[in-house]
């Protein structure tokens, strides 16, 4: 009886091990996808509807949320100033989000220079309440075409509104997101990894879907949305904490698509800390996992998706949960090994060894950052690499707790949205003029 | 599998410093450099040109934005040469 | 492909455990097709994969005599130890290895267009 139980136990061990590793396998084949296909497609030529000779400048409205951050809104308020696109058809708002230090005094000093810059002040009555509130506000003073986001501490290039307002040409753009680049990355560890995360993420995640025509991503800064789809979406979502993946989702799901331009950038200033890299891939962890529960099933049932873009699109939405998924999987290893594998998955699980899903599956977000720190003709900074292990490792406690809370707060009926928001130093200043 | 025919609390103990001894040589080439870094970035952005504190020699860009570079220096370059005074006139 | 047969048919000859075997020949495969396509010298990303098989060799080596010790002394629950480690043990000298592979490549990359520029 109990040899029957231990069988029994080792069978449906074992059928539970095979679904998980077939799910990790999936993410993992889809790094090794995207980077071969990001290195293909290198030396082509750009797409024909980013031509330079295409002169297309709608109105724009630039969109800048700001709580709290005096170290580096004027930098980047500074910024919007040195924009090379006309300023007759140009519209800065600074939403000033219920701050209790000196940004709104600078958003105003600035306003009464140009007469382009608008700055909206909102008290902790309406308020202090996240990004996505803050943006709505903005939206309805807003009066371009086209609406671009930044985060207070961006630093774009020059001409970047130029180069994304040509991705609009194309009918079915709704979105145009560009490439983000660490500004404070020789900073400390943490900036350096996080430095090398966003090239995975931008130089070949966001280029191979681009590439491919899968489910590209609104990161909700450094990127410009159609202002028409927009309202016609109602805005940005309050409830949520990822409103740009939750953006983009609904962007998909009415027909348009996100465009990624990795030649139009943006400096970010990264998180600090490893305190603040919790908090902040916390809130993105929680927030994607959100958008899971949301639209999973409109992903599956769109009329508007075909099915590479769905399969991609449901990957992009559980992503967070590859972490929880990878400490599973180890977990339900180990009582196998000490049970007897059962005649039944006998052949299978010679044929997929641990040792070669584990090697061969968990290089491939190496080969993606590799790769994308070579075509950026980067050296030194791969030396750097293997430390991203220690990375992948601290964000299975971050997505596990995410998760735990999210399902504590949906079985109470309890919704925490509480924003939590990433302070900036301003230690990238000392990389531009200022 | 191979057995270890009885093997002493030394080869134990030198077979630990060894596994250790393994994982910081292979951990080495970024310990070295995160502590003497010589390609901390940031990575250069198109169109930017003011860096305080980084060499542009020590930058790396491609071929197609040397290019660019090249055109928007000639670009700003000519820009303040046309408000100088003719100085041949 | 080539390599990995290769280095299947030369590894058979050896008293390897099945565990490090199997590594060498995912090593092998992996640095050959997702490296030697890249642009740098051949000379350099021959020299890394020689120097990757022996510390592969090297490595495996290591690793099961460490834990051939540790199941003798501790018993054989901890075969269970083994085979759960030893995929990430080797994944952590396999990534240092090819990450210096890479800034060896963009250096002389770097430098053969610095020449070609001057």
Redesign the interface.
């Given at each position: 009886m109990k040899a029957g139980g231990e069988d029994l136990l080792a069978e449906v061990l074992e059928a539970f091990f095979l679904i998980l590793a077939g799910l990790m396998i999936a993410y993992l084949v889809r790094h090794y996808i995207f980077t071969i296909t990001v290195l293909k497609n290198h030396q082509k030529p750009k797409r024909v509807n980013t031509a330079e000779n295409i002169t297309f400048q709608p109105t724009i409205s630039v969109l800048i949320p700001a709580h709290n951050e005096e170290k580096v809104v004027g930098r980047t308020i500074q910024r919007m100033t040195e924009l090379t696109y006309p300023k007759d058809k140009l519209q800065i708002i600074i939403i000033e989000d219920a701050s209790t230090d000196k940004t709104g005094a600078i958003a105003d000093q600035y306003a009464a220079m140009h007469n382009h810059i608008k700055v909206i002040h909102r008290d902790r009555k309406v308020g202090g309440r996240g990004k996505a509130s803050a943006l709505n506000a903005g939206l309805k003073r807003a009066a371009g075409e086209i609406i671009v986001c930044f985060d207070a501490d961006y630093y774009p290039q020059p001409d970047f509104l130029e180069r994304i307002t040509k991705e609009f040409v194309n009918p079915k753009v709704g979105v145009v997101q560009g490439r983000i680049t660490v500004l404070n990355e020789p900073y400390n560890i943490v900036t350096r990894l996080v430095a090398l995360e966003r090239i995975g993420g931008y130089r070949i995640d966001q280029q191979a879907r681009d590439n491919l025509g899968l489910i590209t991503q609104f990161g909700g800064t450094a990127g410009g949305i159609r202002r028409s789809l927009l309202e016609s979406l109602g805005g940005w979502n309050e409830s949520i904490l990822a409103e740009d993946t939750d953006l983009t989702l609904r962007v998909y799901l009415a027909g348009y698509k996100v465009s990624y331009l990795n030649e139009a950038e943006s400096y970010e200033e990264a998180v600090e800390s490893w305190q603040a890299y919790w908090k902040q891939r916390y809130r993105w962890a929680k927030g994607h996992m959100q958008c899971a529960f949301k639209h999973s099933f409109n992903v599956i049932r769109s009329k508007n998706l075909g099915l590479k873009e769905k399969i991609d699109g449901l990957l992009m939405l559980n992503v967070y949960f590859m972490p929880i998924l990878a400490l599973l999987l180890w977990a339900t290893f180990i009582p196998l090994l000490i049970l007897k594998p059962s005649p039944l998955f006998g052949a299978v699980w010679a044929l997929l060894p641990f040792p070669l899903y584990s090697f061969v599956g968990n290089f491939a977000p190496f080969f993606e950052v590799g790769i994308g720190t070579y075509l950026d003709g980067r050296t030194r900074a791969n030396w750097l690499i293997p430390l991203l292990i220690f990375t992948f490792l601290y964000n299975i406690p971050i997505c596990t707790k995410a998760f735990a809370d999210l399902l504590i707060s949906k079985i109470l009926g309890k919704d925490d949205n509480h924003w939590e928001k990433t302070v900036h130093s301003g230690n990238g200043n000392c990389y531009i003029g200022s | 599998?191979?057995?270890?025919p009885?093997?002493t609390s030394t080869?134990?103990f030198l077979?630990?410093l060894?596994?250790l001894a393994?994982?910081i040589i292979?951990?080495l080439?970024?310990l070295?450099?995160?502590k003497k870094?010589?390609?901390?970035?940031?990575?250069r952005?198109?169109?930017?040109?003011?860096?305080?504190?980084?060499e542009i020699g020590d930058m790396?860009?491609?071929?197609e934005e040397?290019h660019v570079f090249d055109k928007m220096l000639v670009d700003r370059i000519a820009g303040i040469i046309a408000f100088l005074p003719n100085l041949e006139a | 492909m080539l390599s990995a047969a290769f280095s299947f048919i030369f590894l058979s000859f050896l008293p390897l455990s099945y565990e490090s075997k199997y590594t060498i020949i995912i090593f092998n495969f992996l640095f050959v097709a997702l490296t030697f396509p890249l642009n740098g010298e051949l000379k350099t990303k021959s020299a890394m994969l020689m120097i990757g098989n022996i510390v592969c060799l090297f490595g495996n080596l290591l690793f099961s005599l460490f834990f051939a010790a540790l199941i003798y002394y501790f018993g054989e629950s901890l075969k269970t130890v083994y085979v759960f480690l030893n995929p990430f043990l080797n994944l952590l000298w396999i990534v240092s290895l090819w990450s210096v592979t890479l800034a060896a490549l963009a250096s002389s990359d770097e430098s053969r267009r610095r020449r070609l520029a001057s």
């Open positions: - | 599998m191979r057995m270890v009885n093997p080869t134990f077979l630990v060894g596994i393994f994982i292979m951990l080439p970024a070295v450099e995160w870094p010589k390609d901390a970035g940031p990575r952005i198109m169109g930017h040109m003011f860096f305080a504190q980084t790396m860009t491609d071929a040397e | -």
